[in-house]
């Protein structure tokens, strides 16, 4: 096969707006089990909850779907505190998370699936708006607006809670949490509600991420699955607590899933993230920019 | 009762199940046994690793898969008789198990149980892209209607029950003979405090690597039969989620301190599944189900976390 330089190039293109999008559904799990170490494989269960909520809100009222996660964030926010309240009771307050807590949101995850699949059934659904169709041409590149839309919004999402999480006072609480809880405790703050609110904000983002995934591509109940793999291997690829490597991972890993499913078929791409995963794993378990081990 | 006579005893039960399985006429009841007993190999070979070290595993799928796609590999090469391939489905399975664990176990809980998940998907995404073994067309694989069996001629399908029947016995009592061993004394000390265990001298690593092969070991031989059993084999058969979710479900239901705990749970939830299908109880369809054992597991997990042995405990007061 001959190596095309156009096409290599749209494929890195396509591979970096994926990226960023990756970065919005990831960021939430950075914060879940990068910094709160509670393992909620369930978050992508909690994106396609997301999809589905700017599905309704777009198919009844013709809200555009970004809008219409906005609007329903708060919900998801309470839905989080609601999760984490549960799991705090009944597995983190008796020591008890590392099994049962992981039982528990694989439970979640097969729930919220199968509810939906009985709710809506298996066929595709998919949003209508003004810009889905559009693309904009650069040159040789070309940039959908299904795709930037999702980008900048996704940039826009993980810029905002970096900021929340750098200059605000609850901000502050939740890094102080993630490095180091008894100090937090002897400071008079609580920490199981500075984790409630990290927690219910990392389903918010989930929500938020759901409504950019039906942007994107159709969605059906149980693609949920497939990206547990991507958003895990970003998180611990960037070092798990951390933005920016986590940012860095997700558009690498956008690139190489692209890149593969250009030149080897689009079939391999789901193998490329948990390759990725197992690898870094295997070799180094801190991650691309992380300091821990 | 020592482990020799329960050995003797669990081969005994074993073979008056078998006994009385075999005056059943109707085809249907056979096959629930037989998935209800795959489901019985499947919990228990979990729990190994799950329920005696608190490992979690999420990738049952992936090693009976390895089990079922060694059957079909084989079936295009030789004819080898199915107690071989049971054995070779053990190796692949268990050899998979042993690399995974020596890439993960180092690292905390979390990470072996992600790597899990991944490693479903990638092997997934191989053999769907693997046109030897069918790729996403799915492979068919032509069971004999019958065969000879302690000199009688039986039916096929009853002969895969005798061996999945085989099985459950091995891994049962292979459990409860690791439970009550040194060997199940150091998992426990894993499972109860890994750091306290590394420090007064249990070789944490080695016990942990025991663990996850020998039960990726057993959920490859339950896997071996499966091919004959359903005559066509796709990637997203062999590699169901049912498997996953069941395997941890039914011993997280049971109760997973001790071999009892999979047995009943694996026999309670399997034949709901089974009597669902039936009588579509409920409107029962595979969604259904799946929502059912999610709630259990879910509602066990937080109200009842020793399960249903835990809570005969609590009754009976011993």
């Known amino acids: 096969m001959v190596l095309s330089l156009d096409l290599l190039l749209s494929a890195v293109v396509a591979g970096i707006l994926l990226g960023g999008f990756y970065a919005a559904m990831t960021v939430g799990v950075s914060m879940s089990f990068g910094m709160l170490d509670i393992v909620n494989i369930a978050h992508p269960a909690f994106i396609i909850l997301g999809s589905y909520i700017a599905y309704i809100l777009n198919a009844r009222f013709g809200l555009d779907p970004v809008l219409a996660s906005i609007l329903a964030a708060p919900a998801f926010y309470a839905l989080g505190a609601l999760v984490y309240q549960t799991y705090y009771v009944a597995f983190e307050r008796r020591g008890d998370e590392a099994l049962r807590g992981l039982a528990f949101f694989f439970g979640l995850l097969f729930i919220t699936e199968v509810a939906l699949i009985l709710i809506f059934g298996v066929d595709y659904r998919f949003v209508e708006t003004r810009y889905v169709g559009i693309t904009v041409h ?156 | 009762m020592s482990n020799g006579r329960f050995w003797l005893v669990a081969s005994a039960v074993g073979l008056v199940v078998f006994a009385l399985l075999m005056q059943i006429d109707n085809e249907f009841y056979i096959r629930s046994a037989f998935v209800v007993l795959q489901f019985l190999v499947l919990a228990t070979a979990w729990n190994l690793l799950g329920g005696y070290t608190g490992y979690v595993n999420f990738g049952t799928a992936a090693f009976f898969a390895l089990g079922a796609y060694g059957t079909v590999v084989m079936d295009k090469l030789v004819h080898l008789p199915l107690p071989a391939l049971v054995l070779l489905g053990g190796l692949i399975s268990g050899v998979v198990g042993l690399a995974m664990g020596y890439l993960t176990l180092r690292l905390r809980g979390a990470f ?146 001790s071999w009892i705990g999979p047995i009943i749970g694996a026999l309670l939830i399997g034949s709901i599944q089974q009597f669902a299908v039936v009588t579509s109880f409920l409107g029962a369809s595979p969604a259904v189900n799946l929502l059912v054992v999610g709630a259990l597991l879910v509602l066990f997990v937080t109200l009842a976390p020793k399960g249903i042995v835990g809570l005969l405990v609590r009754v009976t007061g011993r």
């Open chain 1, 138 to 293: 650069l040159g040789p590149i070309d940039l959908p607006l299904r795709m930037l839309v999702p980008f900048l919004s996704s940039l826009a999402l993980v810029g905002g809670l970096q900021l929340f999480l750098a200059r605000t006072f609850i901000g502050r609480a939740i890094m102080a949490v993630s490095q180091d809880r008894l100090a937090l405790q002897l400071m008079a703050a609580n920490p199981a509600r500075i984790k409630r609110i990290a927690f219910a904000l990392s389903i918010a983002s989930a929500g938020i991420a759901g409504a950019l995934l039906i942007l994107i591509q159709p969605v059906e109940p149980s693609i949920g699955r497939d990206f547990i793999g991507r958003v895990f291997a970003i998180c611990v690829l960037g070092g798990m607590g951390s933005f920016p490597g986590m940012l860095v991972a997700a558009l690498l890993l956008g690139i190489v899933e692209s890149v593969t499913a250009t030149f080897y078929g689009p079939s391999w791409a789901p193998a490329v993230a948990f390759g990725c995963l197992l690898l870094t794993l295997a070799l180094r378990p801190s991650g691309i920019l992380g300091r821990r081990a």
């Open chain 2, 112 to 257: 072996f149980s992600i790597a899990t998940l991944a490693l479903a998907v990638v092997l997934q995404t191989l053999i769907t892209n693997w046109d030897y073994v069918g790729g996403s067309r799915g492979a068919y694989i032509i069971a004999p209607a019958r065969i000879e069996l302690l000199g009688r001629q039986i039916q096929y399908t009853r002969y895969l029950l005798f061996i999945m029947l085989s099985l459950a016995i091995v891994a049962v009592a292979a459990a409860r003979s690791i439970e009550r061993s040194r060997l199940g004394y150091g998992f426990a000390s894993i499972r109860d405090d890994e750091q306290a265990a590394e420090a007064s001298g249990v070789p944490t690593l080695r016990l942990k690597l025991i663990a996850t092969t020998l039960s990726g070991a057993l959920m490859g031989m339950a896997g071996a039969p499966y091919p004959y059993y359903i005559t066509y084999l796709d990637p997203s058969s062999g590699f169901n989620l049912n498997y996953a979710v069941n395997s941890i479900a039914m011993p997280l239901i049971g109760g997973m301190t």
